[in-house]
Every structure is written in structure tokens, then in C-alpha cells.
T-cell receptor, first 114, second 117 residues
């Protein structure tokens, strides 16, 4: 157990809808990163949040957005859902700025877009 | 640019025999490398990490990996496979963003390990 939690565990949406996924980071960590893992592939970096600001972004369109709260928990929002957004969404927490890069992952949210 | 290449998409071993999962990396500076494991319908669990200390890194569940700069490799090994080791394994490199303020993980394509009884 990493202490990183995600909700919900599963979600079904239809194309064009919006979705919000949530992540609670491990105690003492200040950074949350989000990854998308399509079926049969390795995770792809979406973005990272540090001190409540986006701190790096992968090759994802602006309809993928996020937030980080003062308690370091985070949300991932996806607007105008497309079929290809169906994937496992993973969040990872870490302690940036202390020379420690290790990211600890939550169990993921599996999103199905119909 | 930093990247990792996992040389085998599938590896099958018999229970009790050694495991070797191969990974090569590409990095313009001394990399931080990781192995993560993902059991079916589960999140990612950290097995071990290399961050420029000892080149032989010991992880959980009897796994270890050796960083070889001359070969740009970071292969994962275990002396004796157990049925519970069946899972997907990812070799990962950490990439620092501009000014070092960001670190993102770049994953390999994964190696699916099957353990036969």
C-alpha cells in the first residue's frame, strides 16, 4: 500500500461528457502527477502539479486539465470525452524539491467512454 | 532525449528458474531508473530504483537490477521465479524538466512475465 488513493475506481461516460477524477497523495508528499494508461500500453505522462500549479505537461490537449488543493490532493478533469479517452488513469505522489524523485502510484481509475 | 527500451514484450519461465527482463536506456545525463510491476487490474508498485549510488540495486520480493553504463542497460533479475511474480513489468526513466523543477516518468512498453508451474 502506497497511501495514494483514487476515486472512483471505475467510471462509464458517454462521448462528449465531462469527467472528474480524484487523487489523495501520500502523507508528506507535495507533488501529484497524472498518467494515462491505454489498454496494452505503458502509462503516458499527462501533467504534474506542485504547490497548486501545473509544473509540466505531456502531449495531451487542453481539454485535459487539473487542480491541486492546499492539502496536496488533486483532480483531473477531462472535457468533451472521446472514445480514445477510455483508459486507466493513474496518479502518483512524490516529494519534489528534496532530491527524491520516486513516484508512488495509486490503484487507478478505469474510465470507459461509450 | 531520455527513453527506455524493453527488449522483450513477453517472457515465460518455469517456477523456480531465474528471471531476466531486459531494459536499455538512453539518457544525456546520469539517469534515475526504476522498475515497476503491475499485477492484473492493479496500479503500479515500485520494485526498485537506481539513483547513481550502488550500481547493483536490490528491490522487493528478491528482485535486483544492475546499472551498466558501458552497455546502457538496467536489466531486472531474480534467481528463482514464483507463481506470484506473474505480472507486467515496466522499466522507467525519470526525466527532469526545465530547471529541474519537474520530474516525469517515461515508461517502456512493458514485459509480460508468465510463470509456468
Amino acid at each position: 500500500e502506497t497511501g495514494v488513493t483514487q476515486s472512483p475506481t471505475h467510471l462509464i461516460k458517454t462521448r462528449g461528457q465531462q469527467v472528474t477524477l480524484r487523487c489523495s497523495s501520500q502523507s508528506g508528499h507535495n507533488t501529484v502527477s497524472w498518467y494515462q494508461q491505454a489498454l496494452g500500453q505503458g502509462p503516458q505522462f499527462i501533467f504534474q502539479y506542485y504547490r497548486e500549479e501545473e509544473n509540466g505537461r505531456g502531449n495531451f490537449p487542453p481539454r485535459f486539465s487539473g487542480l491541486q488543493f492546499p492539502n496536496y490532493s488533486s483532480e483531473l478533469n477531462v472535457n468533451a470525452l472521446e472514445l480514445d479517452d477510455s483508459a486507466l488513469y493513474l496518479c502518483a505522489s512524490s516529494l519534489l524539491g528534496q532530491g527524491q524523485e520516486t513516484q508512488y502510484f495509486g490503484p487507478g481509475t478505469r474510465l470507459l467512454v461509450l | 532525449a531520455q527513453s527506455v527500451t524493453q527488449l522483450d514484450s513477453h517472457v515465460s519461465v518455469s517456477e523456480g528458474t531465474p528471471v531476466l527482463l531486459r531494459c536499455n536506456y538512453s539518457s544525456s545525463y546520469s539517469p534515475s531508473l526504476f522498475w515497476y510491476v503491475q499485477h492484473p487490474n492493479k496500479g503500479l508498485q515500485l520494485l526498485l530504483k537506481y539513483t547513481s549510488a550502488a550500481t547493483l540495486v536490490k528491490g522487493i520480493n528478491g528482485f535486483e537490477a544492475e546499472f551498466k553504463k558501458s552497455e546502457t542497460s538496467f536489466h531486472l533479475t531474480k534467481p528463482s521465479a514464483h507463481m506470484s511474480d506473474a505480472a507486467e513489468y515496466f522499466c522507467v526513466v525519470s526525466v527532469r524538466g526545465y530547471g529541474g523543477a519537474t520530474n516525469k516518468l517515461i515508461f517502456g512498453t512493458g514485459t509480460l512475465l508468465a510463470v509456468q508451474p
